[in-house]
């Protein structure tokens, strides 16, 4: 089965900390370029976070620097977003995806709700 599946979402006070996991089975995890992307209810989808095959290379959205982390353990296929300090702008639903020039492959997403 090609797939990623997201888990570690769930309901955090604001300020707190959580870390969200994507498990990839199916493909070449080590050579996927992976991102995160999340959406708000009745929001537009919105692109939140890249990183490049070995780890050297990472971006985000501005609104998230200096708050969330990606990384990834390329010898467990599983793509990592610690989300530090969050804030309520940060509720959405966070989808892993795969990619280099497009996003080819996505996951179902998990659901981050943040209280104030």
């Known amino acids: 089965q090609v797939r990623l599946v997201e888990s570690g979402g769930g309901s955090v006070q604001t300020g707190g900390s959580l870390r969200l996991s994507c498990a990839a089975s199916?493909?070449?995890?080590?050579?996927?370029?992976m991102g995160w992307y999340r959406q708000a209810p009745g929001k537009g989808l919105e692109w939140v976070s890249s990183i490049w095959t070995d780890g050297g290379d990472t971006k985000y959205v501005d609104s998230v620097k200096g708050r969330f982390t990606i990384s990834r353990d390329n010898a467990r296929d599983t793509l990592y977003l610690d989300m530090n300090n969050v804030k309520p702008e940060d509720t959405a639903t966070y989808y892993c995806?795969?990619?280099?020039?497009?996003?080819?492959?996505w996951g179902k997403g998990t659901l981050v709700t943040v209280s104030s």
């Open positions: 199916g493909i070449n995890f080590k050579i996927a370029t």
């Open positions: 995806a795969k990619g280099r020039t497009t996003w080819d492959l």
